[in-house]
T-cell receptor, first 113, second 113 residues
Framework: EAQVTQNPRYLITVTGKKLTVTCSQN?????MSWYRQDPGLGLRQIYY???????DKGDVPEGYKVSRKEKRNFPLILESPSPNQTSLYFC????????????FGPGTRLTVL | GENVEQHPSTLSVQEGDSAVIKCTYS??????FPWYKQELGKGPQLIID?????GEKKDQRIAVTLNKTAKHFSLHITETQPEDSAVYFC????????????FGTGTRLTIIP
């Protein structure tokens, strides 16, 4: 089954404790992206990757890191989480952005205390 | 950069009636306008999209219209059913640079039985 998986689905952590949210897709997509969803703000792009070893900042990259060592995986790293990073996070992938459907993962709800 | 505004933020309609959600965009270079549906606890899923060379597109009970001159596009759902209850997001992208999707802030649609 074609899908985007994220882990964990739920995470409660404390300020400053490094964490990684994994994202994997099995559709051989070049483009992968991370979004955060906050009430009243919609979906905002954090980072994106056009292909392996190619990553760039989206609209709200502060406090986040990503890596793309393999085509299928695109982990999101919070080196020192803060309460303002409490949010619902989505990973997405597609062959292209402007011409193709983006497939979203099920989401990771993160709470930083 | 692109800015997408979406209205209304919440919408309640009687089962069987029609629902309309409207979006405006700012970048005249944008040429791809998808609509995503997000059910409770899930990631957004594409339901319909339209490109700037088309004025209207229909898929069963769902239709999208695009007015390039006015820079707005709308989602129309006819004969609404309880399973249409969800959050709907519009988005826009253009074929340059990141090509990223810029999302609206979402509309929570509730179908009243």
């Amino acid at each position: 089954e074609a899908q985007v998986t994220q882990n964990p689905r739920y995470l409660i952590t404390v300020t400053g404790k490094k964490l990684t949210v994994t994202c994997s897709q099995n559709m051989n997509h070049e483009y992968m992206s991370w979004y955060r969803q906050d009430p009243g703000l919609g979906l905002r792009q954090i980072y994106y990757s056009m292909n392996v070893e190619v990553t760039d900042k989206g609209d709200v990259p502060e406090g986040y890191k990503v890596s793309r060592k393999e085509k299928r995986n695109f982990p999101l790293i919070l080196e020192s989480p803060s309460p303002n990073q409490t949010s619902l996070y989505f990973c997405a992938s597609s062959f292209a952005v402007n011409t193709d459907t983006q497939y979203f993962g099920p989401g990771t709800r993160l709470t930083v205390l | 950069g692109e800015n997408v505004e979406q209205h209304p933020s919440t919408l309640s309609v009687q089962e069987g009636d029609s629902a309309v959600i409207k979006c405006t965009y700012s970048d005249s270079a944008s040429n791809y306008f998808p609509w995503y549906k997000q059910e409770l606890g899930k990631g957004p899923q594409l339901i319909i999209d339209i490109r700037s060379n088309v004025g209207e597109k229909k898929d069963q009970r769902i239709a999208v219209t695009l007015n390039k001159t006015a820079k707005h596009f709308s989602l129309h759902i006819t004969e609404t059913q309880p399973e249409d209850s969800a959050v709907y997001f519009c988005a826009a992208s253009h074929p340059f640079g990141n090509e990223k999707l810029t999302f609206g802030t979402g509309t929570r649609l509730t179908i009243i039985p």
